[in-house]
């Protein structure tokens, strides 16, 4: 069974750092572009950030542009999200994704 499983969410302080892990099992997602979305309570879910098949190519959205890196370890069939200078608008649930499949989604709090 195919399986993306988010870790790392939790509760920070304006101005702080989180790192969240995505880890995927079930099938090898080495040659796909990875994507972190994220869904804030009434909201819609919106694109985060994006990762190509080895990590040479990135985007993110603007909103989180210069605060957030996006990488991948293929060897540990992760991918990770470094979120510094957190701003309490980044509280939401975040989700990894590839394609049709997402995870279950890890929720990050931050307070003003």
């Known amino acids: 069974q195919v399986q993306l499983v988010e870790s790392g969410g939790g509760l920070v302080q304006a101005g702080g750092s989180l790192r969240l892990s995505c880890a995927a099992s079930?099938?090898?997602?080495?040659?796909?572009?990875m994507n972190w979305f994220r869904q804030a309570p009434g909201k819609e879910r919106e694109f985060v950030a994006v990762?190509?098949?080895?990590?040479?190519?990135?985007r993110y959205a603007d909103s989180v542009k210069g605060r957030f890196t996006i990488s991948r370890d293929n060897a540990k069939n992760t991918v990770y999200l470094q979120m510094d200078s957190l701003e309490p608008a980044d509280t939401a649930v975040y989700y990894c994704n590839t394609g049709s499949i997402w995870g279950q989604g890890t929720q990050v709090t931050v307070s003003s």
């Open positions: 079930g099938r090898t997602f080495t040659s796909v572009p």
């Open positions: 990762i190509n098949w080895n990590g040479g190519t990135t």
